[in-house]
């Protein structure tokens, strides 16, 4: 499905790009094979594909342990702060 140079344009405003009329035809072009390239991909049946956990068959992923390597710091981070209440830093209403 080739793109014309009007969706293209109307594309690029959406984007908030000013092309060229030179730039348009290489965004066309480009534009529209990636748009032939997902037609291709949803063309692939894969109706009887099971999905997978892992790409390799027999592998995992190896995880790290769930330890804790860092101490709590929030209230020598907030000693500087010019207000804080219950842990929270309170900041000047700036929208009226």
């Known amino acids: 499905m080739p793109l ?3 969706q293209i ?3 690029a405003a959406l984007a908030r790009l000013d092309l060229s009329s030179s730039e348009i ?3 066309q072009n480009s ?3 990636i748009l032939e390239f997902i037609g ?3 063309a692939a049946d894969t109706a009887n594909v ?3 956990a ?3 068959p027999g592998q995992s992923q190896r995880l790290r342990p769930d330890v804790v390597t860092e101490s709590d710091h929030h209230e020598q981070y907030q000693a500087n702060a010019s207000q804080v209440a219950a842990g929270l830093y309170l900041v ?3 929208i009226e």
């Open 4 to 6: 014309t140079r009007e």
């Open 9 to 11: 344009a109307s594309i």
């Open 25 to 27: 035809p290489i965004y």
């Open 31 to 33: 534009l529209s094979s």
């Open 40 to 42: 291709a991909l949803e």
């Open 50 to 52: 099971v999905p997978m």
């Open 54 to 56: 892992h790409p390799l």
């Open 92 to 94: 000047p209403k700036v």
